[in-house]
């Protein structure tokens, strides 16, 4: 019995160690095979929603692992612990069609996210609402019920939604959507017009992917807000931009979609073409078709295996959400100041934001929270998007900032699974509109549209001219400012394609002369 039971466990014990290593192999193995399946990053990102109001609802229908609301989210009507107002007002799921638009401007989302006290408490949205309008209030304190956003509600169920997403400085569109592919909005906390003019001049994750020999296309339907790189508008990137409507269903039809993707959303709400970025007044229902008919393009596509879909918005459009913004050891992205009086130092994160993603790598119902570094207090923001592209695609170039540097990475998501899943719906569910009124295209531009008639002065030239001022694209009608712009656009990109017929320098920008005349000119500068 003793020998035999000594014996015996050396056998066995051999045969264990043989099996460990095979399983060491074979694990390195599988790692190998499975790195990074990713080829294609799709990007869009919508207009001015925060998480609550958009997913908060989805934790107590579909996973009640999302950091979601339950109704006890309260905000005071006052914040000012002297005042006699007791008053508060709740947290509710009726959201449905909104006009006009709550604040977001930086004093907006200062007055939002602290009240009147020192730290982020997410107190101050009612008072702030309040006292633009009575109206305004309410609405703030509203999600939707997922039945009126059926197409988050399937993608939340099928892939993954990420509950710690914010916005990368507390406040407005631009300088959010200038932090996605460049990790700073250099010193902008607002729209900021001589700048806006010249082009921001920053280096953007198109130049690293550019310069890493891979591709990227923008998938533009109004105009492409990517122009306000000073960079985007060199003649060398004029042939990445592409007409959403004619071009990005063929391509991804053909296996075409390049490494990076960006699809812009209809900024101009007109009759017949309604605008889809989900920015208040606009109908979210149309921020939904978009998304559906984005993702049916990629799960048809033959790069649907290799193809990474994020989704996110720009900022929470003064949107209440109840999750803290962090404000502790958040890195200046290149040490550029905010302008006066707030001096903003760029050292807070803003209002949480709904991120999405899709990869038949996710596993169905995935939650993400907290990222898993760099740092002990990074969180995801906008810039771990340029951040992840660069570890994705193992790019040579730097990090763009020092925010990027910092910001959480999310490529793990793709990397659980063995193979991609084979069980991902091909066809989303049917979307109902929200607003039953047809476009109002008479009205007057919202000052983020006036941002981007800006932008199309540039390009036209237009701006040069004194008769030219503010005040005019502040009076365009909606119809008019989205004609203007798509003239403006058509007759850059196609006097960018003649100066590189005619030999110009790959890094010159061309100069329109004011439509006036018809005559360009193109400069390095
Ligand atoms: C970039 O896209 C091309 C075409 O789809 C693909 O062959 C290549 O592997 C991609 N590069 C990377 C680094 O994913
Ligand atoms: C708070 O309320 C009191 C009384 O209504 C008012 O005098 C005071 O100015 C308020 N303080 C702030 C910071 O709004
Ligand atoms: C507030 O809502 C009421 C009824 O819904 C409407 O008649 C009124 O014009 C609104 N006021 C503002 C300031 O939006
Ligand atoms: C994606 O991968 C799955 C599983 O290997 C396979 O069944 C499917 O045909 C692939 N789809 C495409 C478009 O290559
Ligand atoms: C990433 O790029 C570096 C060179 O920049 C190279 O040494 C390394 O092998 C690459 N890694 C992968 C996984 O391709
Ligand atoms: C959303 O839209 C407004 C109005 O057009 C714009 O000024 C702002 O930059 C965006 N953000 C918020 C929070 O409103």
């Not at 729209?191 to 920053?202: F, I, M, N």
């Not at 066809?427 to 295209?441: F, G």
């Not at 394609?497 to 010159?508: L, N, T, V, W």
């Amino acid at each position: 019995m003793g020998s035999f039971g000594n014996k015996a466990p050396t056998f066995a014990s051999t045969i264990l160690l043989f099996l460990g290593f095979l399983t060491v192999f074979q694990a390195t193995n599988l790692v190998s095979c499975t790195q990074q399946p990713i080829k294609t990053v799709v990007v869009l990102v919508l207009e001015n929603r925060s998480f609550d109001h958009m997913i908060g609802w989805m934790k107590n229908s579909i996973n009640p692992k999302i950091n979601g609301v339950t109704g006890h989210e309260c905000n005071s009507v006052s914040t000012n612990s002297t005042s006699q107002e007791k008053e508060s007002i709740c947290y509710t799921n009726d959201a449905e069609y909104v006009d006009p638009d709550p604040g977001h401007s930086f004093e907006d989302v200062e007055q939002q996210v602290f009240g009147s006290g020192s730290i982020p408490s997410m107190s101050g949205f009612v008072q702030q609402a309040l006292s633009l309008s009575l109206n305004l209030s309410q609405t703030v304190m509203k999600g939707f019920k997922p039945e009126n956003v059926p197409i988050y509600a399937a993608l939340v169920r099928e892939f993954a939604v990420f509950d710690r997403w914010f916005s990368s400085i507390p406040g407005p569109t631009q300088p959010n959507r200038l932090f996605v592919y460049s990790a700073t909005s250099h010193g902008s906390t607002s729209h900021v017009k001589t700048q806006l003019a010249t082009g921001y001049p920053q280096h953007t994750i198109f130049d690293s992917v550019y310069n890493s020999g891979l591709d990227f296309g923008i998938y533009y339907q109004n105009i492409p807000t990517t122009l306000f790189y000073k960079n985007l508008r060199r003649l060398k990137y004029i042939s990445k931009f592409h007409q959403f409507d004619w071009n990005f269903k063929n391509d991804a039809r053909n296996g075409k979609l390049p490494n990076l993707t960006v699809i812009e959303p209809r900024y101009f709400d007109i009759v017949g073409l309604p605008a889809n970025d989900d920015h208040p007044s606009h109908d979210v229902a149309n921020g939904q078709m978009l998304v559906k008919e984005v993702y049916e393009a990629l799960r048809s596509s033959p790069q649907w295996n290799e193809t990474l879909f994020i989704i996110t918005y720009d900022e929470h459009g003064g949107f209440y959400d109840h999750v803290q913004t962090p404000y502790l050891n958040v890195p200046s992205p290149d040490g550029n100041r905010g302008p006066p009086p707030s001096f903003f130092k760029f050292d807070r994160l803003g209002v949480r934001v709904p991120t999405i993603m899709v990869s038949p790598w996710i596993k169905k119902g995935t939650v993400i929270s907290r990222p898993k570094g760099p740092t002990p207090d990074s969180e995801f923001e906008h810039s771990s998007i340029p951040a992840t592209i660069k570890k994705i695609f193992n790019l040579s170039s730097d990090f763009l900032t020092r925010r990027d540097a910092w910001a959480g990475t999310f490529d793990y998501i793709v990397q659980d699974l063995s193979v991609p899943r084979t069980d991902c719906p091909t066809i989303l569910p049917d979307v109902v509109p929200l607003r039953t009124t047809e476009a109002d295209e008479e009205r007057g531009v919202s000052q983020f549209q006036n941002e981007v008639v800006q932008l199309a002065a540039v390009l036209n030239g237009d701006h040069f001219l004194s008769s030219f001022p503010d005040e005019i694209s502040k009076k365009m009608s909606v119809k008019k400012a989205h004609s203007y712009v798509s003239n403006a656009v058509s007759r850059f990109i196609s006097a960018s394609k003649e100066a590189i017929q005619m030999g110009a320098d790959e890094s010159a920008i061309v100069d329109m002369r004011a439509s006036l005349t018809t005559r360009s000119s193109s400069h390095n500068r």
